[in-house]
Nanobody, 126 residues
């Protein structure tokens, strides 16, 4: 199983970035997907989660209204569109997957996810 995150970089405050996470080695449409982030010296924080079908999404309070999670089950990829970025969004961003073949659930807790990507760095300058 491999989760390959990409799309991070340096952006000015108020700008946008779109992260991608390409997944291989599992049946993507049977997995709940999530994004987390970890800033230097801080604990990992929930950012967003999306159900297997993409019909339901949930977001951390700090990113609601600015970030959008989406997925393409044909491409086995999950995305995180980040708008109106602020310096406090600076962190390493990680995608995660967990096998949930039934129901319509999102997962907001780090310990709920079995598979993790390697992280992509996002830096927002003021």
């Amino acid at each position: 199983v491999q989760l390959q995150a990409s799309g991070g970089g340096l952006v000015q405050a108020g700008g946008s970035l779109k992260l991608s996470c390409a997944v291989s080695g599992l049946q993507f449409n049977r997995y709940v997907m999530g994004w987390f982030r970890q800033a230097p010296g801080k604990e990992r924080e929930f950012v967003a989660s999306i159900t297997r079908s993409g019909s339901r999404r949930d977001y951390g309070d700090s990113v609601k209204g600015r970030f959008i999670i989406s997925r393409d089950n044909y491409l086995s990829t999950v995305y995180l569109q980040m708008n109106n970025l602020a310096p406090e969004d600076t962190a390493d961003y990680y995608c995660a997957a967990d096998f949930r073949p039934h129901g319509n659930v999102v997962l907001t807790r780090e310990e709920s996810y079995r598979y993790w990507g390697q992280g992509t760095q996002v830096t927002v300058s003021s």
